[in-house]
C-alpha cells in the first residue's frame, strides 16, 4: 500500500467491511507501543428510513433490485 503526495491511502474493501467503514464515517488512529491502530468513531446514527445503507451498494445489484428494496411493500 501506497502513501499518495497528499498522505492519503486506500483501505482495503475487506477492512472497512469488518469495521463497519462507510463513506463519512469517522475513524482515527490509535498509537500502542509503537503500532498504529484503525479506530472507528462511535458518532450518532445515521438518520432517516435508509441511514443505515448509505455508502454500501455495490454493483452487485440490478438497479431494479436496488429500488425495490427501497419501496414499501
Avoid at 23 to 29: A, G, K, L, R, S
Avoid at 46 to 63: H, L, P, Q, V
Wanted: aromatic share 6%; net charge positive.
Amino acid at each position: 500500500m501506497k502513501v499518495t503526495t497528499k498522505g492519503q491511502v486506500t483501505i482495503p474493501q475487506n477492512v472497512r467491511e469488518t469495521l463497519g467503514i462507510t463513506p463519512q464515517t469517522e475513524i482515527q488512529f490509535v498509537e500502542d507501543n509503537g503500532k498504529f491502530y484503525i479506530v472507528k468513531v462511535d458518532g450518532p446514527e445515521e438518520k432517516g428510513k435508509f441511514g443505515k445503507f448509505r455508502g454500501i451498494a455495490t454493483a452487485k445489484m440490478s438497479t431494479n433490485e436496488i429500488l425495490a428494496l427501497t419501496r414499501e411493500a
